[in-house]
């Protein structure tokens, strides 16, 4: 829901002259946003109960989920822009040829990167 959420939202953006100035501003943000997920694994310790038994308080989770919705969101805008720049570059006379071939060289960049 998350997701088709955020690409209602930033279809306005992307739909104009200027798809990258939104991949542009987002970069910054999702790095510091790096930021928020190292100082949550810092502190679960912190709301570590023990009475025996280890367990975590459902405020735990629902930090836990905000986290992740908001990376989410953040990530999906990220994608939505580089598709829509991969849309505004390609040639209709090939129609999505070129347009899928973009696509496959950043799918198959972004995998190399990550192993």
Not at 27 to 36: A, D, E, G, K, Q
Not at 64 to 86: A, D, E
Not at 90 to 105: E, K, Q, V
């Amino acid at each position: 829901i998350v997701k088709i959420i955020t690409q209602i939202i930033i279809s306005k953006y992307t739909a104009g002259p200027k798809t990258m100035s939104v991949y542009f501003i987002m970069s910054p943000i999702r790095l510091m946003w790096n930021i928020i997920f190292v100082i949550f694994i810092y502190y679960i310790t912190k709301f570590i109960t023990t009475n025996g038994i280890i367990s975590f308080p459902i405020y735990f989770y629902v930090i836990l989920v905000i986290i992740f919705i908001m990376n989410n969101m953040l990530n999906t805008t990220m994608r939505l822009t580089r598709f829509s720049l991969f849309n505004r570059i390609s040639d209709p006379r090939f129609g999505g040829i070129y347009m899928a071939l973009l696509n496959t060289f950043s799918s198959f960049g972004i995998s190399l990167s990550t192993s």
